[in-house]
Structures are given as C-alpha cells and as structure tokens.
C-alpha cells in the first residue's frame, strides 16, 4: 500500500454515514461522563501523609483534606512558614499519629520553647466556627500564646484555640 493512501484511508472512513454517527454517539458519551465527573465532586474528602512542617501545615489548611496521618515527630520552634497564631482550621479535619513512625509510639509536636531568655509565642490551631478537629496518638508540647492572646483581648492561651 502506498504511504499517501494510509493517509486517505481514515477520510474515506469517516466520510460513511454509520461511521460518522457512531464517532458522535462516543463524542457524546464522553462528553456526558466528563460534565458529569465535573459536576459531582467526590463525597468524602482525602487522607494524606505528613511527614514536616510545610505537609502538616499546606494539610491543615486545605479545605478538601480531612484526615492526615502524621508519620514523624514534627518541631515547630522556629518555623519560617508556621503562622504564630496557628493554622486555621474551617473544616472537618482528623489528625492522626502513626506509632511506628513516631519517638515513643505517641507523634510529637513541639510547638514553642519556653525559655525565658528568648520567648516564643506560637499556637498549633485556630478552629473557627464550623471547624472541627479530632486529634490522635499526638501530643501537642509547648503551646504558648501569652503575647497573642494578650493583643487580641483574650487571656494566656496554649497550643489550640477553639473560637466557636
């Protein structure tokens, strides 16, 4: 067969009648299963793994994540990127440690120091109205909040704050 016709066979195929409405039939078809897929977003939310800072925090913060696993101890103490006032949390959000990975079998975060030559202020979460967070097998160490709460017109605070 000569090279030119291979390029002439699918015109001459496509040009028949039954060929055509079967291609618009698929075309349909697909085109259904996609507006579809679009218009219905998955019913339950994702479950992804944190193994540092920018993970636990880029998990915290998206709407659509609503279990993290914490496969590592995670220190916070000196954190470029975490909020000082904490992450906040609008959504329905699950925090899970997973002993293997962790120190003692219990995942530790360590949020803040308490020394008093260099005090650091620093929270874990912020929950707001219509957010809630469960947390297990974590331990939450060292959230100190005086200087934060003190601006905002609240009293000493720790790791959570709940502003329901």
Known sequence: MHPRSLLAAPLVMAASPSRERASLRLLQAALLCWLTLRACPPAEGRRVRAVNERE????????????????????????????????????????????????????????????RQRPQDRRFVHVLEGGNLTVRNVRLKDGNSELISTLAGGGVGGAVFADL
Not at 56 to 84: F, R, Y
């Open 56 to 115: 636990l925090k880029l998990a915290l913060e998206d709407a659509d994540v609503d279990e993290i696993e914490l496969v590592a101890d995670v220190d916070l103490e000196g954190s470029d990127i975490w909020p000082l006032s904490g992450c906040v949390i609008t959504s329905k959000k699950t925090l899970e440690g997973v002993a293997r990975y962790c120190g003692d079998g219990v995942c530790e975060i360590r949020i803040s120091t308490h020394d």
